[in-house]
């Protein structure tokens, strides 16, 4: 941790009490200069501190810490949060749980991180992740699965996080295909899904579950290009203060209800119904970098977005990406 995490989880944990730089320089083993720096950049990302001449730093409000303690206090599964790692920083959630996994990590492991230092998004892409203003986390899934389903957990994990949005905050969370959840017709959340197979069964040996939920202060932390695409579930929600551990629990028990629904795709009407993109004219934009218009008009049992194009010809898209969605 460097010296403006430290100096974050000490007024974190510490409620409306004071600190003075020197009293933090004392208990960090740095110079009050760079604590000072510190808060600075803190104030800078938006974390409310106060501060007093001659006494010294506050946090003026609580802020919405992930504890391991919340965590648990709202947690009602059985498996998946059973083994549960609550982090101040790391570069990737995934990739902690990719080394926990050598460490013989089981099924259900969770890691949630409250920032992460490179975030990973779909197709080599950053997902941006400032410290306080998302939830991020990854979930370690050991189950028996053919290759054929095992790319379905994505398409599960979407719905369970969508259920877990509108159960907490009254919203109507969309999917768009395939692992994108929108609010309004915004991007609120990504997930990432990483995964290892024998080859010898053909079996999925884990797979790494990884989501990323834009919480707020999304806009001025994002870069330009991103603004008007993406959204936060406290912007979208106006008013609501958004608990991460209680979201992060709600989302587990989800998963936990459907996952052993994987194979037999119950939870697919559900996916399909919860569409962002089917009825709509969209831009395809296919593995090659072309870019050709179509209309979304399905989601296929084995999830591939069924698109038909200006002649009338139907086919499953199962990799590729959607771009603009265009006029009727
Ligand atoms: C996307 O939108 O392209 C996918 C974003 C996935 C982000 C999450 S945040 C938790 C986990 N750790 C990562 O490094 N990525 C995923």
Request: include cysteine.
């Amino acid at each position: 941790m460097n010296v403006k995490q430290k100096v974050s989880e000490i007024l974190q944990t510490s409620g409306t009490e004071y600190f003075s730089g020197a009293q933090l320089a004392k208990q960090l083993g740095v110079s009050r200069n760079a604590v000072w720096k510190a808060i600075q950049e803190l104030k800078k990302q938006g974390f409310p501190i106060e501060t007093k001449h001659s006494v010294g730093y506050r946090m003026t409000q609580s802020i919405d810490l992930i504890t391991l303690e919340k965590v648990k206090s709202y947690l009602h599964t059985k498996n998946l949060g059973a083994t549960l790692y609550v982090l101040s920083t790391v570069d990737s959630t995934n990739d902690y749980c990719r080394h926990l996994l050598l460490e013989g990590a089981p099924h259900g492991t969770v890691v949630v991180a409250n920032e992460q230092t490179a975030g990973k998004g779909r197709q080599g892409r950053v997902f941006h992740s400032p410290a306080g203003a998302g939830l991020y986390f990854s979930v370690v899934i050991k189950k028996k699965l053919e290759l054929k389903n095992a790319y379905l957990l994505t398409a599960c994990a979407a719905v369970a996080t969508a259920r877990a949005i509108d159960a907490l905050y009254h919203t109507h969370t969309q999917i768009k295909w395939v692992n994108d959840l929108f609010l309004n017709g915004k991007k609120c959340c990504g997930i990432l899904t990483e995964s290892a197979f024998s080859l010898e069964s053909g079996q999925l040996e884990y797979a790494i579950l990884g989501i990323g939920i834009n919480i707020r202060n999304t806009r001025e932390n994002m870069p330009p290009e991103l603004r008007e695409i993406v959204t936060s579930l406290e912007e979208e929600t106006e008013g609501l203060s958004v608990y991460r551990s209680e979201l992060l629990a709600a989302i587990l028990y989800e998963l936990e209800e459907l996952l052993p629904n994987l194979v037999d795709r119950t939870f697919l009407s559900e996916y399909r119904s919860r569409s962002f993109l089917l009825g709509k004219n969209v831009e395809l934009i296919q593995d090659d970098g072309t870019h050709r218009r179509v209309a979304a008009v399905d989601i296929s049992n084995d999830c591939a977005l069924v698109v038909r194009d200006r002649f009338g010809s139907v086919e499953a898209i199962h990799s590729g990406k959607i771009g603009r969605i265009l006029e009727s």
